[in-house]
Nanobody
Framework: QVQLVESGGGLVQAGGSLRLSCAASGGTFSSFVMGWFRQAPGKEREAVALIGWSGDSTYYTDSAKGRFTISRDNAKNTVYLQMNSLRPEDTAVYYC???????????????WGQGTQVTVSS
């Protein structure tokens, strides 16, 4: 059974930065496509950034391009999301997810962390 644990969320002012981490255990981390999703109150869960098993392929939602960077360290079983130039619109619960295929559809990911709150004040 794969377990994912997020950390690094918190309160930050607009324009600031946060680095989210997701530590995986109980599976072969390098075989998974990893993703960061977020969900704000009243909104659907949204794919923010995705990364392939080797780290060669990445995806970002339009609002994240140029500001967020997803990376992974397979030796440490960890995926990261570096978030710069944060905006109030980025406020949401951020979830780490693992799956077998790259997709922006959250239903395609089998394993999920419990989420970490990111709040950006104006």
């Amino acid at each position: 059974q794969v377990q994912l644990v997020e950390s690094g969320g918190g309160l930050v002012q607009a324009g600031g930065s946060l680095r989210l981490s997701c530590a995986a255990s109980g599976g072969t981390f390098s075989s998974f496509v990893m993703g960061w999703f977020r969900q704000a109150p009243g909104k659907e869960r949204e794919a923010v950034a995705l990364i392939g098993w080797s780290g060669d392929s990445t995806y970002y939602t339009d609002s994240a391009k140029g500001r967020f960077t997803i990376s992974r360290d397979n030796a440490k079983n960890t995926v990261y999301l570096q978030m710069n130039s944060l905006r109030p619109e980025d406020t949401a619960v951020y979830y780490c997810a693992a799956g077998s295929h790259t997709s922006t559809d959250y239903d395609r990911y089998a394993y999920w962390g419990q989420g970490t709150q990111v709040t950006v004040s104006s």
